[in-house]
């Protein structure tokens, strides 16, 4: 590209194979339909199945995609934030590549960035509930209060896996945020709303897939957030953010 893109897509990916096709597929047929210049990049946290083998074959194919490839396994936060980092977009977002919740809801996110109405929209999941999914709401939805009432979230839903940035407000930030792994998304909001950056909510409809193995462990999860909330709780206490 000859000019920076309106949109940089970051994809986070480790073990993608069987739904990587489909998924890409989805996503350039969003974006290719918005109005706005945009680069994929993929970020492969050390795969082990044909994930690597998947992503080169999309570079090959699209001049608009690139990537990065991990040498070691880093974790997902680590992940997305080096994607951020390699970005050239006026806008930097990521969504999960298994699309429980849907691309469609990219453009208009990218647009009330470029128009200024935010610097970081995010999307509130909407759960369409199922008996396999109610424990996964619940978690999620007790997870919001208590990062709330611990840290000082404003209520926003810190974990959607559903994140744009205007870059050059989220690149200082960036390096505050240091979990490698799926507490990193608490951090983003947390230094992201204590550095005064305008942030918006938009309702997403989540749709569990059951198709996929689910890297969620409930018990071990929550016990790893709750210790990182309360470390998180006493490091800005100390810097006097709290």
């Known amino acids: 590209m000859k000019h920076p893109p309106d949109l940089s897509l970051v994809l986070a990916c480790y073990n993608e194979a069987p739904l990587f096709a489909q998924s890409v597929r989805e996503i350039l047929q969003v974006l290719r339909r918005s109005r706005y210049a945009f680069e994929i990049i993929f970020v492969d946290d050390k795969s082990v199945d044909e994930t690597p083998g998947f992503i080169r074959k999309a570079c090959a194919r699209h001049p608009n995609v690139r990537a990065l490839f991990h040498t070691k396994n880093?974790?997902?936060?680590?992940?997305?934030?080096?994607?951020?980092?390699?970005?050239?977009?006026?806008?930097?977002?990521?969504?999960?590549?298994?699309?429980?919740?849907?691309?469609?809801?990219?453009?208009?996110?990218?647009?009330?960035?470029?128009?200024?109405?935010?610097?970081?929209?995010?999307?509130?999941?909407?759960?369409?509930?199922?008996?396999?999914?109610?424990?996964?709401?619940?978690?999620?939805?007790?997870?919001?209060?208590l990062a709330d009432w611990l840290i000082g979230t404003g209520g926003l839903d810190t974990e959607t896996g559903y994140k744009f940035f205007r870059r050059k407000k989220i690149l200082p930030i960036l390096s505050r945020a240091t979990h490698p792994h799926w507490f990193w998304d608490t951090e983003i909001m947390v230094y992201a709303r204590r550095a005064g950056l305008r942030i918006a909510q938009v309702p997403v409809l989540f749709v569990r897939r059951f198709d996929k193995k689910s890297s969620v462990r409930v018990a071990r999860d929550i016990a790893d957030y709750l210790v990182n909330l309360w470390r998180l709780r006493g490091h800005l206490a100390k810097v006097h953010d709290l």
């Open 74 to 145: 880093c974790g997902r936060g680590r992940t997305v934030a080096d994607g951020v980092r390699a970005a050239k977009g006026t806008v930097v977002g990521y969504v999960d590549i298994d699309l429980e919740v849907s691309p469609v809801y990219i453009p208009d996110m990218v647009s009330r960035i470029l128009e200024a109405q935010a610097d970081v929209v995010i999307g509130k999941r909407m759960y369409r509930s199922t008996i396999g999914s109610l424990q996964r709401e619940i978690f999620s939805l007790g997870y919001q209060k």
